[in-house]
Every structure is written in structure tokens, then in C-alpha cells.
């Protein structure tokens, strides 16, 4: 019978995993510590006192949009790197300026278990559509490659024909990369008459994956599953066959907050995904991404027993300039905590008369007299600016992440 899972590790009881991973929490924190960045950050953390998720939750966030300038102020990389430089092996830089380490660490991604749940297995011939030059995309992925034991194809972006001729010569049966460029592969094939015929399987990233594309994808031969990742710590989760979610991979903890806050959201709620990576070259200690997403409730039908996410769902970094002045989905949390009896809370923004005009939504599950007044004098005196407070029945706004949402009309 075929291996149906990587290894173990992705059927073990999730209690099991809980208690590895915390166990894990521990040492890595500790490792971290010996970064000069991460002393910084974590000072008054005592690693021991990091027993599981609820301790996790304390400690602080570190915003994947802080880290251009924290690597400006204090290069390469803003002191979070336990491995040297000079012992790393790689040194990449993508968009942002953001730079990263990639260490010796074998799969130090973690992209084999995505991969070998998208169908690759060892002596596969894959072409790797992510680029080479600086950023780590096409590397986080040929080390899960080779991590199986495929070989790759560094096919890079653009240079379609060459690409193309490299595919009908060596036949490669996998595709790693974007979807919408192995569409341009595929449409140009059959434009030049070159054999692309050797596609079969496909794990892509980087872009959207509508239910057209795919489904336009595999018509032509090729099944496509998806990974969401990030440079910092490789794959976060990963699909299977079984096309229920995400799995969440096994070499970090995953949590989903409330947008503008480190505080965890419950089971199904949208939030912004938060990673603490087991890294020992560059470990990551709640880094906050700035992506939406939600936990999926029970195990995927593929017997994996880790968490399920539903993937990528937008950004959580919703700061608006309102009347001048920015307003930050911390700030809406904000009065949250101030108010108890709120539930879920929106910002709206929208136009009258040429002005911006702002009205927080707020779910109530009881409304005393004066509250809608009292919320709206913590609303100016947070954010410095008027609005309009509307309370609603609990459960009544949209749950899908969004703290401020921005409707005025850009015509």
C-alpha cells in the first residue's frame, strides 16, 4: 500500500502534539534568547514559564511589517538571527526591503509535507516556476524537493520559451510556482506546439487560486493543490486530497487574533494568523503576519490531525486615513476592552457631503441606556476624531476579520 502520509508526526493524537510542541516552546524560546534581538523583545520572559498556547499568548507580537526598519536599525537581520551570517546558506532579500536567512537546517521549511500531500514523491522531476534571483520562493521550495528526493528544474520567471523547451526535454511531472504563470506555460504550449504533456501535479503559492483556474487547470491534466507561506518561516499550511482546508504543517504553533491585538480569537472566528516557528537558525516567536484567516473545527478527512485553517483571506493591516488622520484596527480594539459589554466591532468609512464620515458597529448582546453615547465618547477620545456609534444584536456583523472597512467610493 502507498504511503499515505509524510510521516508520523502528522496522525499523532493532537494532545500528543500539544504536549511535543510545548515542550518545544521552551527550548526554542531559550535559543531565541541568545539572539540579541530577541533578549531585547523577550527580556522579562522566563523560557520555563512558556508551558502552551495560553502562556504563548502573553508574549508580545513582533509585526512582519516592523522587520524592514528593525533590520535597518540593527543589520542584516534586526538581531533575531541565532546562526551568524557568515554560517548561513543563504542570504536573500525580498520585496520591503525584508531579508532573510536560510539555515542548514534540512527542510528548514517545511514544504516536503506540503508536497508530498500534493502527490510528489521521490525520483519525481519537478519544475520550479519561483524565482531564483534573491528571494527565498524558489528556494523554499527546492529544499522540500530535495528533502523527498526529486530533482528540480530551476526554471525561475519569465524566459517562457526557454522554460518550455526545458520542460519538453527533461518532462518533468510536477510544477511548483504560481498558478497564473503555469496557466502562461500551458497557453503557450499550446500556442509553439512544445510538449508540456508531462504535467501532472501541481503545488502552487504566491497568488490567488480561484475555483476557475483550478478547475480550468485540471481539465487540461494538471491537479493543482496550494500552500500558503511566507519567507520567514517557510510553509505555514498546506492542502491534501481530501480539499477541506488547510493543514496546519508540524514545525510551528499557529494562532488567529484579533486584528490589531496579540489576543486569540474563538474556533471559527476570522482573525490574523500569528506564527511561532521552530527554526533554531532564525526562529520566529509570534510573528504577527498581517494575513487573515480562520480555524477550521475537527480533523481533515485525510487523517491528518493537525489544526485546519481555511488559507489566506485577506490582509488584517486595515489602517485607514480618515478626516487626515490614521486609525488603527488596535485603536478599535481598543475600545473594546474599554467597553465589556461589546461584542464584535466594525469601522465604517464612508462619504457625505465631500467629508469622511465614520460609524462604529458594535454587537451588544444587552444595551443599558447611554451606552451607544458612552462608546461614542471613547471613540473620539481614541482616535481623535467623531463618529457615529450603531449597536447590533450579537452575532449580527459579518465574520470576516475586517475592523475597518474602508467603503468610500474611489470614482
Known amino acids: 500500500m502507498a504511503q499515505a502520509h509524510y510521516d508520523e508526526l502528522e496522525v499523532r493524537d493532537p494532545q500528543a502534539r500539544e504536549r511535543a510542541q510545548s515542550a518545544r516552546l521552551v527550548e526554542i524560546i531559550a535559543r531565541a534568547k541568545s539572539a540579541p534581538g530577541w ?76 508536497l508530498f500531500a500534493a502527490g510528489f514523491r521521490p525520483g519525481d522531476i519537478v519544475h520550479n516556476a519561483f524565482s531564483y534571483h534573491l528571494t527565498p520562493g524558489a528556494f523554499i521550495f527546492e529544499s522540500g524537493l530535495h528533502a523527498i528526493g526529486c530533482a528540480a528544474i530551476p526554471g525561475g520567471v519569465g524566459n517562457t520559451e526557454q522554460q518550455l523547451d526545458a520542460i519538453a526535454h527533461f518532462k518533468p511531472s510536477g510544477y511548483v510556482g504560481t498558478p497564473d504563470f503555469l496557466k502562461v506555460l500551458l497557453d503557450a504550449a499550446g500556442k509553439s506546439g512544445k510538449d508540456a504533456s508531462s504535467l501532472t501535479r501541481a503545488l502552487v503559492s504566491g497568488a490567488a487560486l480561484p475555483a476557475s483556474l483550478r478547475q480550468e487547470l485540471g481539465a487540461r491534466g494538471v491537479e493543482v493543490l496550494q ?10 499550511g498546506y492542502e491534501t486530497g481530501a480539499g477541506a482546508g488547510m493543514v496546519v504543517n508540524e514545525h510551528l504553533v499557529v494562532e488567529i487574533v484579533r486584528p490589531g491585538t496579540g489576543d486569540p480569537v474563538p474556533e471559527g472566528d476570522v482573525g490574523e494568523v500569528v506564527v511561532t516557528s521552530f527554526n533554531p537558525d532564525y526562529p520566529m516567536i509570534r510573528l504577527a503576519t498581517g494575513d487573515l484567516s480562520a480555524v477550521l473545527p475537527g480533523r481533515s478527512p485525510c487523517g491528518r490531525t493537525n489544526m485546519r485553517i481555511k488559507g489566506w483571506m485577506g490582509r488584517a493591516d486595515q489602517t485607514t486615513k480618515i478626516k487626515g488622520m490614521f486609525v488603527h484596527p488596535a485603536q478599535v480594539a481598543e475600545i473594546g476592552r474599554l467597553h465589556a459589554e461589546l461584542g464584535r466591532l466594525r469601522l465604517v468609512v464612508t462619504r457625505a457631503g465631500e467629508q469622511d464620515v465614520m460609524t462604529l458597529m458594535a454587537e451588544a448582546a444587552t444595551a443599558p441606556e447611554g451606552l451607544a453615547v458612552a462608546v461614542a465618547a471613547t471613540l473620539q477620545a481614541v482616535t481623535k476624531l467623531r463618529g457615529e456609534v450603531t449597536l447590533a ?19
Open 393 to 411: 444584536a450579537a452575532g449580527a456583523l459579518p465574520n470576516d476579520g475586517k475592523v475597518i472597512a474602508d467603503e468610500r467610493s474611489l470614482s
Open 227 to 236: 500552500c500558503y507561506a511566507i519567507a520567514e518561516v517557510g510553509v505555514i
Open 39 to 114: 533578549a531585547r523583545r523577550l527580556a522579562d520572559v522566563d523560557p520555563a514559564s512558556i508551558l502552551g498556547r495560553a502562556e504563548l499568548a502573553q508574549l508580545p507580537l513582533l509585526r512582519k511589517s516592523e522587520l524592514p526598519a528593525l533590520q535597518q536599525a540593527d543589520p542584516p537581520f534586526g538581531g533575531f538571527n541565532v546562526t551568524p551570517p557568515g554560517r548561513a546558506r543563504r542570504l536573500m532579500m525580498s520585496p520591503g526591503p525584508t531579508f532573510e536567512p536560510e539555515g542548514e537546517t534540512a527542510d528548514g521549511y517545511g514544504t516536503a509535507r506540503a
